[in-house]
């Protein structure tokens, strides 16, 4: 599997793979009703994650790719069920209330995985990354403020619970070396594509949705999983609560994308979204230009 151990690296990489997935909420909203085929949406999703997963293993080691699952161990599977956790409860967020409420509970990633990072992990964050996290908690206050739509509550609920999912997926990605990444994401699929398949079945309701529909839930799988590969590929470089704060991109990403007039849906943020958002900006930049001060500072020493 691909590593990266440059930070100078690592840092764009999994700023990209934030922007990948900052895409995510402009596909729901292009989807036709996806709050009444949660289940389907997320069988489509895991469905399609599992199969381009495995079809990368395939790629890379050959027919001995499967061997992997035999090494995934306890970090593999805790990291697979925080993920697939937070598959679905993106969804039943998203549908339930604004983009820009779903998102901002995502933002609050970095929170979660630093404590979690400390608690289990021992890792230290340093001063800049907590300045950092600090810049961006005051555009999250700002833009909570600002948030006032119904059924904010259950879209807050489970957005809070996506973001505790997948700080416990970043976490695990830093617990075991030995633990193959990639398929703690396919891991992550296979629950999601299993457990709705349960619910389907229990519910008696089909398996797929529109053909329109069937392609939207694919196409955000497909989004998704590029950006966990390159998120994965990151991980090693980059230490976890710092991992989940350059993630941010997208929360301004998908709160931008959803509002651009070109692309139709013009979901308007408020002014408060905004303003917090540009506070979330400024925590990238400032963690950014540290990072880079530090590395030439120990050049020159």
């Known amino acids: ?35 009444m085929v949660p289940w389907q ?3 489509g999703r895991g469905l399609t994650i599992f199969i381009l997963l495995n079809l990368y293993l395939y790629f890379e080691e050959g027919m001995n790719f499967y061997k992997n699952y035999k090494k995934i161990g306890k970090s593999g599977l805790i990291g697979g069920l925080g993920l697939g956790i937070a598959m679905i409860s993106f969804i039943y967020s998203i549908t339930n209330t604004s983009a820009a409420i779903t998102l901002l509970c995502l933002a609050a990633m970095p929170f979660f995985t630093a404590l979690l990072a400390f608690l289990f992990l021992k ?4 001063l800049s990354v907590w300045i950092s996290i600090f810049i961006a908690t005051i555009g999250i206050i700002i833009m909570a403020i600002g948030s006032t739509e119904k059924n904010s509550l259950i879209g807050f609920i489970f957005g809070i619970a996506s973001s505790v999912g997948f700080s416990v997926f970043s976490v695990t ?35 797929f949705s529109t053909s329109y529909n069937s392609t939207m839930f694919s196409l955000h799988g497909t989004l998704v999983c590029l950006g966990l590969i390159l998120y994965s590929i990151g991980s090693k470089a980059i230490p976890a609560a710092e991992l989940t704060l350059l993630s941010l991109t997208e929360v301004i990403g998908g709160i931008f994308w959803v ?12 002014s408060n979204t905004i ?26 020493n």
């Not at 890792?123 to 340093?126: T, V």
């Not at 193959?180 to 457990?195: H, I, M, S």
């Not at 900006?281 to 500072?297: A, C, P, T």
């Open 1 to 35: 599997m691909v590593e990266l151990k440059n930070e100078k690296i690592a840092i764009p990489v999994v700023l990209f793979a934030g922007l990948l997935w900052s895409f995510g909420p402009l596909v729901v909203r292009y989807m036709n009703d996806p709050h």
């Open 41 to 43: 949406y997320i069988f």
């Open 123 to 126: 890792e230290k964050i340093s």
């Open 173 to 207: 990605l830093r617990w075991r070396k030995e633990t193959p990444k990639f398929t703690t994401v396919a891991v992550a699929g296979l629950f999601c594509f299993v457990l709705a398949a349960l619910m389907i079945l229990i519910k008696n309701q089909p398996f």
């Open 259 to 270: 509002w651009l007039p070109l692309f139709g849906i013009n979901e308007i943020p408020s």
């Open 275 to 300: 303003i917090g958002g540009f506070f979330l900006f400024v925590s990238l930049f400032y963690y950014s230009l540290i990072m880079r001060w530090n590395k030439r500072h120990i050049a020159l």
